[in-house]
């Protein structure tokens, strides 16, 4: 495992969020160096997913900040995109192209190089599926491929909701082993987590939300 720098990856200071009157974050802080892959854990409405979603720039916050790599998730949006991968509940694919096609697309919106599509097939395990119709795909081949679209931006920060989700086996080593080596490249996951078990071997720590708080 990875030794945490001094850098931060993720620099939270009292994150609140409301929905209409409903508060889901509260005030959380939390810090994420570079070289941790921190597990986020916590009962089912909790805040995790809405968390998530301010760090990515997907929701802004209702109070409190929020810096990734240095970059403010509100001032600096785009350089906050810049340096992040996001892995949501839903893959978000498009049924009606190919697993190529669906990263081709990607690369084209992310400026991204098209000539990584078949490297980054080959590390999700999905080469023999490239030219297959995304709706023909398993849900485990989907999250395959939703993995794999993240990986075209190459990001340093990886912020994965419930990755393992419909994961077999093999699925859950390929995806610790991406944790790993974001990590070990001096980036930096934070992963929310249902079950601990399946991530337990690449966590430098957890921390848990409790009615949108830490």
């Not at 893959?91 to 919106?109: H, I, S, V």
């Not at 909701?161 to 082993?177: F, H, K, T, V």
Request: glycine share 10%; aromatic share 4%.
């Amino acid at each position: 495992m990875a030794e945490p720098t001094a850098e931060l990856a993720i620099d939270a200071s009292g994150v609140a969020r409301r929905f209409g009157t409903r508060w889901v974050l509260r005030g959380v802080s939390m810090q994420v160096h570079a070289g941790e892959a921190v597990g986020l854990l916590g009962a089912n409405g909790s805040g995790k997913s809405t968390l998530l979603r301010i760090f990515s720039t997907l929701l802004r916050p209702s109070a409190g900040t929020v810096s990734v790599f240095g970059h403010d998730v509100v001032r600096a949006p785009d350089e906050v995109r810049g340096e992040l991968g996001f892995l949501s509940h839903t893959p978000g694919l498009y049924d009606d192209l190919t697993a190529r096609e669906n990263l081709r697309f990607a690369a084209t919106m992310l400026g991204a190089d098209c000539a990584d599509i078949n490297s980054v097939l080959e590390r999700v395990g999905l080469s023999h599926a490239a030219d297959e119709r995304v709706r023909g795909f398993s849900a485990g081949m989907e999250r395959r491929l939703a993995v794999a679209r993240m990986l075209m931006a190459k990001p340093r920060l990886l912020l994965l909701d419930e990755p393992y989700s419909n994961l077999d086996a093999d699925g859950i080593a390929m995806m610790s082993g991406i944790i790993a080596d974001a990590v070990h490249a001096d980036g930096a996951a934070l992963v929310v987590l249902h079950e601990l078990a399946p991530a337990a071997g690449v966590l430098s720590r957890t921390v848990t939300l409790r009615d949108g708080r830490n």
